[in-house]
C-alpha cells in the first residue's frame, strides 16, 4: 500500500465511524476495550486524531514530541450532544493535514517505516479502522476489512509493534508462524526476540493461520481465534491474548 491508499482508508473509517456514533448510544458498552464506552472510545481515537495531526503539522519538534502527549492524556471529555462534531473535526484535520504533507516530512515517529509521512498514514489507517471496529461490534453491527489492507495491518502489528513487547521476551524460546496463505511471518518468542516476513511457510512450534481480516482482528484481540486454525502449541492463542498488548 503507499500513502494515498492510506489516507483513503483513514478517511473513509471514521467517517464511518462518526456515522455508527451519531447513531448508537454514547452508553453502548466497547466489547474490544470492556472498559469503555462508546463516548470514551470516541475521546480516545479523538485524542490521537489530534496528536498525530499536531505532530504532521509540525507544531512541535522531534525533542519536544512527548510534550504532545498531553493531548493523550487530556481527561476533558466533550458533552454527550458535541462528541461526534468534535471527533469529525479531528478527524477531518487530520485528513487534511496528512493530505498536505510534503513527501519527505520530517517529524517524529516510533516504528520503522520508509518516510515520516508513510509513518502516519499508516499508524493512522490502521488505528482509525481498528476503532471503527469496536463502534460496529458496540453497535451490533458487521465489518468488513479489504484484504489487502488488513494483510498490511497484520504485518504493521508484526514488523512493527511485536519487538516492542517486553513480555514476550521473557517467555521460554520458542518459534510461530503467522499466514494469510499468501504472506508468512516468522516470530522467535523469547530472549531474542525477532519478527521477519518470510516469502514461504517454516517449520515453527505453532503456526496460526486465517483469512487476512479475521487475522488481523484476532491479533488486535477483537475477535474470537476460532476462526483460526492453530496448529501445533495451541496454548499459544491464548498467551497471546494474555501477553501481547499495544
Not at 139 to 145: C, D, K, L
Request: proline share 8%; net charge negative.
Amino acid at each position: 500500500m503507499d500513502v494515498p491508499s492510506w489516507i483513503k482508508a483513514l478517511r473513509a473509517d471514521g467517517e464511518l465511524l462518526a456515522e455508527i456514533a451519531a447513531a448508537t448510544s454514547p452508553d453502548a458498552k466497547v466489547p474490544g476495550c470492556p472498559e469503555w464506552q462508546l463516548r470514551d472510545l470516541l475521546a480516545h481515537v479523538g485524542r490521537i486524531h489530534r496528536w498525530a495531526g499536531a505532530m504532521v503539522a509540525g507544531q512541535v519538534d522531534r525533542a519536544g514530541a512527548g510534550q504532545l502527549r498531553g493531548i493523550m492524556t487530556d481527561t476533558t471529555t466533550p458533552a454527550d450532544g458535541e462528541i461526534v462534531d468534535w471527533f469529525r473535526t479531528g478527524h477531518r484535520d487530520l485528513v487534511e493535514t496528512l493530505e498536505a504533507a510534503p513527501a519527505d516530512l520530517d517529524c517524529f515517529t516510533f516504528l520503522p517505516a520508509p518516510s515520516a509521512l508513510a509513518f502516519w498514514a499508516r499508524r493512522q489507517a490502521h488505528e482509525t479502522a481498528v476503532h471503527r471496529v469496536d463502534a460496529e461490534q458496540a453497535a451490533g453491527r458487521p465489518s468488513r476489512i479489504d484484504p489487502a489492507f488488513a494483510a498490511d495491518g497484520v504485518d504493521e502489528l508484526l514488523i512493527g509493534f511485536l519487538p516492542r513487547n517486553k513480555k514476550l521476551r521473557d517467555a521460554p524460546p520458542r518459534t510461530l508462524l503467522i499466514t494469510t496463505g499468501e504472506r508468512h511471518w516468522r516470530i522467535a518468542i523469547g530472549p531474542d526476540l525477532a519478527v521477519t516476513e518470510v516469502s514461504a511457510p517454516e517449520p515453527a512450534d505453532a503456526t496460526i493461520s486465517g483469512a487476512p481480516e479475521t487475522l488481523y482482528l484476532a491479533l488486535w484481540n477483537r475477535l474470537p481465534w476460532h476462526e483460526l486454525t492453530v496448529t501445533g502449541d495451541e496454548n499459544l492463542p491464548a498467551f497471546w491474548a494474555e501477553e501481547f498488548r499495544v
